[in-house]
């Protein structure tokens, strides 16, 4: 079971033992122990969240086969990336 599932099914225990018809002195124990659950588990799930193992997911490259990047990239030699006024002529006049 995840982290998440465990802490909805926590909160609806919460809410639900309240209606359970048990002693008050039971109920305050419950309570406590269920709050104490969602505690430990809210920490479990920082603790996944601030190391990223919540996030592996975005980790990864996605692929697609819709588009696909050929990755080359043309490099100028320096000679041309110099500027040329519009003038000069490659005779050298």
Known sequence: ?????????LGVLIVVSGFLG????WKTVII???GLG???????LRKDI????LCLHLQEEKKTDSY???????EHPAHEHESVHPTETSQGV
Not at 68 to 74: H, K, Y
């Open 1 to 9: 079971m995840s982290k998440n599932s465990l802490t909805i099914i």
């Open 22 to 25: 048990v002693p008050s002195s």
């Open 32 to 34: 406590a122990a269920l």
């Open 38 to 44: 969602v505690i430990g588990v809210a920490l479990a």
């Open 50 to 53: 601030t190391s990223g193992t």
């Open 68 to 74: 696909a990047q050929n990755g080359m990239i043309i």
